[in-house]
């Protein structure tokens, strides 16, 4: 299995600023998922981020509002652009281990003021 | 679009009742994966059905995948208060993109003691 680190795991910000998040995984994955969930809901696809490619964002998801790095097969971050409070959510990175299964990290919890 | 339907959104029973959730696609799908989520914790990955009809079992989780391979449920017999979370089912669909899942919206389970 993979594990998956994120930093940082929450933080408070105050709109019109942006806030990266990072992830890091313990083993060369492929492929990357960014999600983000509201509290008590499910999960939703932000962007697919393939190493050496770039992101393929899901509908109602832009480049300009989250870019995406994907420098390498271990690390990739998320950036929440110029936040309002409608951006509080949980973001959630994963990764697709061995063609099958999901790995999730343990989330950034992000309240925008 | 490919869509993913889960019911119901919320369960609650007594401990020692059974619980039961239902997944459906809008398409027949390669695979179908369910996951768990504890309260403020990340989705954790319990199985993953792949054959026509298959069940499979761990230990009071009983999980199956339709014939059509577009339905799936998960059993869970005489529930423990260590089973409440939320979960999700996640299919895969068969001409979709490699690594590309489709999340139902889970269902959230609460075990009375």
């Known amino acids: 299995s993979a594990v998956i680190s994120q930093k940082p795991s929450r933080d408070i910000c105050q709109r019109g600023t942006s806030l990266t998040i990072q992830c890091q995984v313990d083993?060369?994955?492929?492929?990357m998922f960014w999600y983000r969930q509201q509290p008590g809901q499910s999960l939703t696809l932000i962007a697919t981020?393939?190493?050496?490619?770039?992101?393929?964002?899901e509908s109602g998801f832009v480049i300009d509002k989250f870019p995406i790095s994907r420098p390498n097969l271990t690390f990739s971050t998320l950036t929440v652009s110029n936040m309002s409070p409608e951006d509080s959510s949980i973001y959630l990175c994963?990764?697709?281990?061995?063609?099958?299964?999901?790995?999730f990290g343990p989330g950034t919890r992000l309240l925008v003021l | 679009g490919q869509q993913v339907m889960q019911i119901p959104q919320y369960q609650h029973v007594q401990e020692g009742e059974d619980f039961t959730t239902y997944c459906n696609s809008s398409?027949?799908?390669?695979?179908i994966q369910w996951y768990k989520q504890r309260p403020g914790g990340h989705p954790v990955f319990l199985i993953q059905?792949?054959?026509?009809?298959e069940v499979k079992k761990q230990k009071r989780l009983t999980f199956q995948f339709g014939e059509a391979k577009k339905n799936s449920s998960l059993h869970i017999t005489a529930t423990q208060t260590t089973d409440v979370g939320t979960y999700f089912c996640?299919?895969?669909?068969?001409?979709?993109?490699?690594?590309?899942?489709?999340f139902g919206r889970g269902t959230q389970l609460t075990v009375w003691p």
């Open positions: 994963s990764v697709m281990w061995q063609g099958e299964t999901q790995y």
């Open positions: 083993s060369q994955v492929t492929m």
């Open positions: 981020a393939n190493q050496g490619s770039e992101a393929t964002y």
């Open positions: 398409t027949t799908l390669s695979n």
């Open positions: 059905l792949v054959k026509s009809g």
């Open positions: 996640a299919g895969r669909d068969r001409g979709s993109t490699l690594g590309r899942l489709y």
